[in-house]
């Protein structure tokens, strides 16, 4: 079975800062993608980094980065020079072997003017 | 041009009611989903239809009943509406996979719906 935790249900962090935000998995699925979702208060769910299991590299995308550690499981977010927008609740989530992508309960970041 | 559409927006409802959310997607994709947020947030999946097959479906009362018509559309029907149904549901799609592959599909990402913010009362 797969699961997702994260521990951090707020944050809150400075304008122009970065913060991290963290992701632990389990699972028994040799190979297997983990996501990370944006969802601002208007709702929608906003696709933001994909990190492979087999991927050297940890994945970026613009000020998004994901800090990959495999032997521990985790997969946190980093978001580099937080802006006002970026206030909003973060999902991560995992897909393996059975392809249904598992969420984790969100961490609620709030971005301090 | 929005990638994949939901309607309604908003459903408010009494309990007993049938009512259907539909979803549509100009993506090109083969597999779409249906997921369930309830108050706290959390996402469910439901179900998930590669090219009109079913090819997961949760642990969902049989109440709820999706219909694929084509690739593109995937609509969600739920009879006798209960309060507990009251949540928001999030209708997503993905490139498509085979059952049969090993990783493909594993690093598909899913691109989701406005979402349609149901409220039985």
């Known amino acids: 079975a797969q699961k997702i935790t994260q521990t951090q249900p707020g944050m809150f962090v400075q304008e122009k800062e970065a913060v991290t935000l963290d992701c632990t998995y389990d699972?028994?699925?040799?190979?297997?993608?983990l996501f990370w979702y944006k969802q601002p208060s208007s709702g929608e769910m906003i696709f933001l980094i994909y990190?492979?299991?087999?991927?050297?590299q940890n994945a970026t995308e613009g000020r998004y980065s994901l800090n990959f550690q495999k032997a521990r499981k985790s997969a946190n977010l980093v978001i580099s020079a937080s802006q006002l927008g970026d206030s909003a609740m973060y999902f991560c989530?995992?897909?393996?072997?059975?392809?249904?992508?598992?969420f984790g309960k969100g961490t609620l970041l709030t971005v301090n003017p | 041009d929005t990638a994949v559409s939901q309607t309604p927006k908003y459903l408010v409802t009494q309990m007993g009611n049938d009512k259907s959310i539909k979803c549509e997607q100009n993506?090109?994709?083969?597999?779409m989903y249906w997921y369930k947020q309830d108050s706290k947030k959390f996402l469910k999946i439901m179900f998930s239809?590669?090219?009109?097959?079913?090819?997961i479906n949760e642990t969902v009362p049989n109440r709820f009943s999706p219909k694929s018509p084509d690739k593109a559309h995937l609509n969600l029907h739920i009879n006798s509406l209960e309060l507990g149904d009251s949540a928001v549901y999030f209708c997503?799609?993905?490139?498509?996979?085979?059952?049969?592959?090993?990783?493909?599909?594993?690093?598909?990402?899913?691109?989701f719906g406005p979402g349609t913010r149901l409220l039985v009362l």
């Open positions: 997503a799609s993905s490139q498509g996979f085979t059952l049969a592959g090993e990783k493909y599909g594993i690093g598909e990402t899913q691109y």
């Open positions: 699972t028994s699925d040799p190979s297997y993608g």
């Open positions: 990190q492979g299991s087999y991927d050297q």
């Open positions: 989530a995992m897909r393996g072997s059975n392809y249904k992508l598992t």
């Open positions: 993506l090109g994709h083969d597999t």
């Open positions: 239809y590669n090219n009109k097959e079913l090819i």
